[in-house]
């Protein structure tokens, strides 16, 4: 069992940028591929960006060149770096962990890019 707790969320003025951060507890950090979903309003939950246990990296193209995911096993804790934001960003941000057989979601947390 793995408990995500997500923070970083925020409202923030188009071209900024903002960091997310989500810490996981209950299970072996390393062993799990990490990532980031998105839900707008109105909208189905979809991909931002995730990374294994590898380290290798997969991102959404609305996020390439703009968003960073990373991880740091020893913090147990996952990141996105988003950078020139857009209104269109503005969704609620879930942290997802995997393993086989297995899915974990944060909280979620609320991301408004709005001037």
């Known amino acids: 069992q793995v408990q995500l707790v997500q923070s970083g969320g925020t409202l923030v003025q188009p071209g900024g940028s903002l960091r997310l951060s989500c810490v996981a507890s209950?299970?072996?950090?390393?062993?799990?591929?990490m990532g980031w979903y998105r839900q707008a309003p109105g909208k189905q939950r979809e991909l931002v960006a995730t990374?294994?246990?590898?380290?290798?990296?997969n991102y959404a193209d609305s996020a390439k060149g703009r968003f960073t995911i990373s991880r740091d096993n020893a913090k147990n804790t996952v990141y996105l770096q988003m950078n020139s934001l857009k209104p269109e960003d503005t969704a609620v941000y879930y942290c997802w962990g995997h393993k086989p057989g297995y899915d974990y979601w944060g909280q979620g947390t609320q991301v408004t890019v709005s001037s």
């Open positions: 990374i294994n246990i590898y380290g290798s990296t």
């Open positions: 209950g299970s072996i950090f390393s062993a799990h591929t």
